[in-house]
């Protein structure tokens, strides 16, 4: 017997090829923050191979989908991860999908003219 639901349609997400950011900016403390921590970094490096939920990022990272929600949050306000879709458990329960807004992320230490050609996004 078929689901009605689909459990994991495709994920359409295009990723940024780059992020620059500069530790002027008032985003940078928080991106800086958030990457101070190794789980979140290996989270983040997780989903830049393939994007995933909270239950498999656990299960990827060996912690609690409580540790993982809490530095999913902290990414999503960084905006060094985005929302990009939902899939569904074998019993219908809705489940985020989670992806990096960039697959390069550039820290510099002062904006010149030279820089401001580059799209920031954070």
């Known amino acids: 017997m078929s689901t009605p639901l689909p459990l994991r349609p495709s994920i359409e997400h295009n990723p940024q090829s780059e992020s620059a950011f500069f530790l002027e900016d008032d985003g940078a ?3 800086l923050e958030t990457l101070a921590c190794e789980k979140a970094r290996k989270i983040l490096t997780s989903l830049a191979t393939k994007p995933a939920t909270t239950s498999e990022l656990a299960d990827r990272v060996d912690t609690s989908l409580q540790n993982v929600q809490y530095h999913l949050t902290n990414l999503l306000e960084a905006e060094l991860i985005d929302e990009v879709g ?4 074998a019993k219908g329960t809705e489940m985020t999908v989670y992806a990096p807004t960039s697959m390069r992320l ?3 230490l002062k904006s010149t003219d030279g820089y401001k ?3 920031q996004t954070l």
Do not use: H
């Open 106 to 108: 550039e820290l510099r």
């Open 117 to 119: 050609s580059i799209e």
């Open 86 to 89: 939902t899939w569904y458990s």
């Open 29 to 31: 403390t928080a991106i």
